[in-house]
């Protein structure tokens, strides 16, 4: 509005003074075990969609990283990430049902997950792709992105720290952490501190 003030099209910004809003909510839907499990039941190891799950479900990462990675970056049990949105450098071991998945998954390509046209997906492309994959296991709630929330949640219920959980996102703060396992089960939590706190006495 304001370079339409300056090219004179319209006399004043309607805008200014105008507050921003905040939307309420935890963003992203966090994908549950019953919906990974009803992902996998319809796209089954040897699927393009199968191997997408895998891929950010047991790395943690976001969808931008995991287009970008290729079996160049796999090396002694472990899969090397430089996130692109914060430059972080990670080596996440690899996962025994990851592992499964990229047995079968071809290694002439400089990344995994490839279009129709045998090109890497754009990050927009790959989201947009893998949303009609989820239509296709009924689960309209679900994102590729929520993937990465699941695996937040499921490390969390794993009794896994904040620090470790980190270790595999990459987040940076306590705060984006605790946001991410937020849909950690309760009871599950619950049960992994009582027994901490019987292994004390």
Same mark, same amino acid.
């Given at each position: 509005?304001?370079?339409?003030?300056?090219?004179?099209l #319209?006399?004043?910004?309607? !805008?200014?003074?105008?507050?921003?809003f905040? @939307?309420?909510? &935890?963003g992203?839907?966090?994908?549950s075990?019953?919906q990974i499990?009803?992902? %996998?039941? +319809?796209?089954?190891i040897?699927?393009?969609?199968r191997?997408?799950l895998?891929?950010?479900?047991?790395?943690?990462q976001? =969808?931008?990283?995991?287009? @970008?990675?290729?079996?160049?970056?796999v /090396?002694?049990?472990?899969?090397?990430? +430089?996130?692109?949105?914060?430059g972080?450098?990670?080596? #996440?071991p #690899?996962?025994?049902?990851?592992?499964?998945v !990229? *047995?079968?998954?071809?290694?002439?390509?400089?990344?995994?997950? !490839?279009? =129709?046209?045998? +090109?890497?997906?754009?990050?927009?492309?790959?989201?947009?792709?893998? =949303?009609? @994959?989820?239509? *296709?296991?009924?689960?309209? &709630?679900?994102? /590729?992105?929520g993937?990465?929330?699941?695996?937040? +949640? =499921?490390?969390?219920?794993?009794?896994?720290?904040?620090? %470790?959980?980190?270790?595999?996102?990459?987040?940076?703060? *306590?705060? *984006?952490?605790?946001?991410?396992?937020?849909?950690? &089960?309760?009871? #599950?939590?619950?049960?992994?501190?009582?027994?901490?706190? /019987?292994?004390?006495g």
């Amino acid at each position: 509005m304001n370079f339409a003030v300056d090219l004179e099209l #319209i006399t004043h910004n309607p !805008l200014t003074g105008m507050k921003g809003f905040k @939307r309420e909510g &935890d963003g992203y839907h966090t994908w549950s075990d019953d919906q990974i499990e009803a992902f %996998e039941n +319809r796209h089954p190891i040897g699927t393009k969609a199968r191997l997408a799950l895998a891929l950010m479900l047991y790395t943690g990462q976001r =969808r931008s990283d995991a287009v @970008r990675m290729g079996w160049q970056h796999v /090396s002694d049990g472990t899969i090397s990430v +430089r996130q692109l949105k914060t430059g972080a450098t990670l080596q #996440i071991p #690899i996962h025994d049902k990851l592992k499964a998945v !990229l *047995e079968q998954t071809p290694k002439n390509n400089m990344t995994f997950l !490839l279009t =129709r046209y045998g +090109r890497p997906f754009s990050v927009a492309g790959f989201g947009n792709w893998m =949303r009609d @994959r989820c239509d *296709e296991a009924g689960l309209e &709630d679900c994102s /590729s992105h929520g993937l990465r929330k699941a695996c937040a +949640r =499921r490390l969390a219920e794993a009794g896994c720290s904040n620090q %470790e959980i980190k270790a595999i996102t990459g987040h940076e703060t *306590e705060a *984006e952490v605790t946001r991410y396992t937020k849909a950690a &089960d309760q009871k #599950i939590m619950a049960r992994h501190a009582m027994g901490k706190l /019987s292994d004390i006495g």
